[in-house]
């Protein structure tokens, strides 16, 4: 390439003329025209377009080779993952603890969504919800008769058994005089009936109180299908069955001091007792009076529904 001003030859691309330092003309090529086609770039536009010929213009001592590289800062990528702000993330606010409650547990027969009429309460084993039925006023008397006619049974064989070997004694059997037989009334009939009717009242005692801490049941009780419970289903403890059991005790002590007295005004004395038994008819538990004060629930053993739907 010629330089115009000196006549120099200088190498293909120089924008200087290496003899007189003056801007030569070139040729650069168009990227919107055909390959191939030349176009004509005026010094002035070569001039400002370029960083180097234009530096040097201005300062002749300055050199022409290209400015060196500025020094890139090196950033690793763990250095830009912790520069980078993650943004803002809204604070979930922590729930407010509850305070604690200090109601008392719920007893198992309270509640407005169970059933009235029956016993409710829960199976610890299975988790469900059990309800039984109360006992009616009339199968309790069902099977208190039931039950005291079995113990007279019980006792009347030894009874009978006493009366015929009495009989079989002369002066059993040859009365002559009316005096003799009150003497013997009075000597015989009194004591022993007073004697079998104590008799009759610990059996019946021992009867339910052992009968109760085994399974809830007497023989009446299992005949017409009622057993006794405590709220939450258990069987009575023993202490819960004598307490319960010792009600009905004063009953049978009035009638046997009534007949040894010949005071059958002593036998009121029970009546309040009585009063007790009778409440069942009026509750709607069918709790008697032995019932509320031993916590106690006589219910049926057949008909009990389980359910967790409540």
């Known amino acids: 390439m010629f330089c115009r001003r000196c006549g120099a030859n200088n190498q293909v691309g120089a924008l200087l003329c290496h003899n007189c330092q003056a801007p030569l003309e070139t040729k650069?090529?168009?990227r919107g025209e055909a390959a191939g086609a030349d176009k004509a770039v005026s010094l002035d536009d070569l001039i400002e377009g370029s960083p180097?010929?234009?530096?040097?213009?201005?300062?002749?001592?300055?050199?022409?080779?290209?400015?060196?590289?500025?020094?890139?800062?090196?950033t690793s990528s763990v250095e830009m993952a912790i520069s980078v702000?993650?943004?803002p993330v809204e604070a979930t606010p922590l729930p407010t603890p509850k305070p604690p409650?200090?109601?008392?547990?719920?007893?198992?027969l309270k509640g407005s969504n169970l059933r009235a009429g029956y016993l409710n309460y829960l199976q610890f084993d299975t988790g469900l919800l059990v309800l039984a039925k109360f006992a009616t006023f009339r199968q309790r008397i069902g099977a208190a008769v039931y039950d005291n006619l079995l113990l007279a049974t019980?006792?009347?064989?030894?009874?009978a058994i006493l009366v015929l070997y009495l009989a079989s004694q002369d002066r059993f059997i040859l009365l002559p005089y009316r005096s003799m037989l009150e003497d013997v009334a009075n000597s015989f009939v009194r004591p022993v009936t007073v004697g079998f009717v104590l008799l009759f009242t610990l059996l019946s005692f021992l009867y339910d109180l052992l009968l109760t801490t085994l399974g809830g049941q007497?023989?009446?009780?299992?005949?017409?299908?009622?057993?006794?419970t405590m709220p939450d289903g258990g069987s009575p403890s023993l202490a819960t069955a004598f307490f319960r059991t010792l009600y009905g005790l004063p009953i049978n002590l009035a009638f046997c001091a009534a007949v040894y007295f010949e005071r059958f005004e002593i036998a009121l004395l029970s009546l309040p007792f009585l009063l007790g038994l009778v409440l069942a008819f009026?509750?709607?538990?069918?709790?008697?009076?032995?019932d509320k004060l031993a916590h106690t629930y006589v219910v049926h053993s057949k008909e009990m529904i389980e359910n967790t739907d409540f």
């Open 28 to 30: 650069a090529f168009s």
């Open 85 to 87: 702000t993650p943004p």
């Open 282 to 290: 009026f509750n709607p538990t069918h709790q008697g009076l032995h």
């Open 52 to 74: 180097v010929v234009s530096r040097h213009l201005h300062d002749p001592e300055a050199s022409l080779s290209p400015p060196p590289p500025s020094k890139l800062s090196y």
């Open 101 to 108: 409650d200090d109601s008392p547990p719920v007893h198992p």
């Open 218 to 228: 007497t023989s009446g009780k299992r005949y017409v299908n009622i057993r006794v």
């Open 154 to 159: 019980i006792i009347a064989f030894p009874g």
